[in-house]
């Protein structure tokens, strides 16, 4: 089994201090910086582009950055975001008229490839691309807004899904996206998640160590 990655979202992080605020999350021991990138279009809420993702690159946080494509269509975007330090990159299938190219030009511009399924998304949209892919992120909230609360049919697609992949062999790891808390991580790394998106739970809070700490808690047992 692979290591757990806990992945901040930057959604719930202080905007106006976002350089401040990404190199705190970090030192608390985040592992991936987790950035839901929104138009307004594919989603009803508008976030940040890439100059916000060089922004960050060019004031000096390494750490790598999770680049979650809520837009459509992708491609000029994932583009976009690879040339401004994106590490993974991941997008939803019904935003792109032609998935495997997508994620065919992640790969090629040398990031991590991931495809989103929304809660009512099939598993049967990975059928013929999951072979490509360094992971699946499963949304266990519908997409646009921080601070929903997780929905707990998620644990049998991630079952599902963990299932699917130990089936072919392969070491796709799944993200989970939407309601990770210090009280629900546990289950739902049991149900086969390997990498925690976490936005509210963490900045909402004074102090990020002390959740990330909690988590890592409830991950270890
Ligand atoms: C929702 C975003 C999530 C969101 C998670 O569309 O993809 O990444 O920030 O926020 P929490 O952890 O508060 O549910
Ligand atoms: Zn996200």
Known sequence: SQEFLIAPSILSADLARLGDDVARV????????????MDNHYVPNLTFGPAVCKALRDYGITADIDVHLMVKPVDALIEQFADAGASYISFHPEASEHVDRSIQLIKDKGCKAGLV???ATPLS??????????FVLLM??????GGQAFIPKTLDKL?????LIQEQGLA?????DGGVKVDNIRAIAEAGADMFVAGSAIFNQPDYQQVIDAMRSELAQ
């Open 26 to 37: 970090v030192a608390a021991g985040a592992d991936v910086i987790h950035f839901d990138v």
């Open 140 to 145: 266990s909230v519908n997409p646009g807004f």
């Open 159 to 163: 079952r599902d899904l963990k299932h």
């Open 125 to 134: 949209v990975l059928d013929y691309v999951i072979y490509k892919l360094d």
């Open 117 to 119: 399924l929304n809660p």
């Open 172 to 176: 796709t790891r799944i993200e989970i």
